[in-house]
């Protein structure tokens, strides 16, 4: 679903001329390679040694979600950038280093990244929680 949300919101052109069929490609594209690796990689170890020490509320699951969408964006921005690159007339990258615009720009990214990982984790906890019945609902909506 974030995928999906995500590629209504920021649809690539990749030279397909209809806009279902960027929003599709684009949803597969982020998904297959921006979603699901690090929800295995990342997502799934960070379940498993949490479930018995932290409850999962909603901001803890809304906190992981964007952590874990941002982490492999943010490992891509800082380690692999390019030697030179520019965005509107703005230089983002001379001789292989960040400039000022390309910091800020970055940062406009990873925010992107944040929100939709932030709706991400709520969705989940809001799966997760609906099997919580024997609780009272102050302790589940904590």
Same mark, same amino acid.
């Given at each position: 679903?974030?995928?999906? /949300?995500?590629?209504?919101?920021?649809? /690539?052109?990749?030279?397909?001329?209809?806009?279902?069929?960027?929003?599709?490609?684009?949803?597969?594209?982020?998904?297959?390679?921006?979603?699901?690796?690090?929800?295995?990689?990342?997502?799934?170890?960070?379940?498993?040694?949490?479930?018995?020490?932290?409850?999962?509320?909603?901001? !803890?699951?809304?906190?992981?979600? /964007?952590?874990?969408?941002?982490?492999?964006?943010?490992?891509?921005?800082?380690?692999?950038?390019?030697?030179?690159?520019?965005? !509107?007339?703005?230089?983002?990258?001379?001789?292989?280093?960040?400039?000022?615009?390309?910091?800020?720009?970055?940062?406009?990214?990873?925010?992107?990244?944040?929100?939709?990982?932030?709706?991400?984790?709520?969705?989940?906890?809001?799966?997760?929680? /609906?099997?919580?019945?024997?609780?009272?609902?102050?302790?589940?909506?904590?």
């Amino acid at each position: 679903m974030a995928s999906l /949300a995500y590629a209504v919101y920021s649809a /690539a052109y990749q030279g397909l001329p209809d806009m279902m069929e960027r929003v599709v490609q684009t949803t597969a594209v982020v998904a297959f390679f921006g979603a699901y690796p690090p929800t295995v990689v990342l997502g799934i170890p960070l379940i498993l040694y949490f479930r018995g020490r932290v409850r999962a509320s909603l901001a !803890n699951c809304a906190m992981v979600g /964007a952590s874990i969408a941002t982490f492999p964006w943010f490992c891509l921005t800082v380690f692999f950038g390019p030697d030179e690159a520019y965005t !509107n007339d703005h230089i983002t990258h001379h001789n292989g280093m960040m400039t000022w615009w390309g910091l800020l720009e970055t940062t406009e990214l990873l925010t992107e990244i944040a929100v939709f990982g932030i709706a991400a984790g709520g969705l989940f906890w809001l799966i997760a929680a /609906a099997g919580i019945k024997k609780q009272p609902p102050s302790k589940v909506f904590d």
